[in-house]
Nanobody
């Protein structure tokens, strides 16, 4: 499985970004695609996820209402729309995937990771 994340950048507070994650080589009949982020000096934390079995999405409390995760019909791309950006959203954002339909909120539950894309929000 290969994941390739992109779309990060430098934006002002209140702005928007759309992160993309291209997935290839995935053979699971069902899976969870997730976004995590890691700020300097902090642990990697869950941001959002979407489950293939029912297309349900899940969000960290800190991003609910501002972040939206989605997937294209071909299931080759996962997106994270980030609106109303705050300086505390500054981090490297990673996409990750795991097989099966059980949701996971910790990084250890995911087997495959993309390389990360930097999001920097200026105040």
């Amino acid at each position: 499985v290969q994941l390739q994340a992109c779309g990060g950048g430098l934006v002002q507070a209140g702005g928007s970004l759309r992160l993309s994650c291209a997935a290839s080589g995935r053979t699971f009949s069902s899976y969870v695609m997730a976004w995590f982020r890691q700020a300097p000096g902090k642990e990697r934390e869950f941001v959002a996820a979407i489950r293939s079995s029912d297309s349900n999405s899940y969000y960290a409390d800190s991003v609910k209402g501002r972040f939206t995760i989605s997937e294209n019909n071909a299931r080759t791309m996962v997106y994270l729309q980030i609106d109303s950006l705050k300086p505390e959203d500054t981090a490297v954002y990673y996409c990750a995937t795991r097989g099966g339909s059980v949701m996971g909120y910790s990084p250890g539950r995911y087997n495959y990771w993309g390389q990360g894309t930097q999001v920097t929000v200026s105040s």
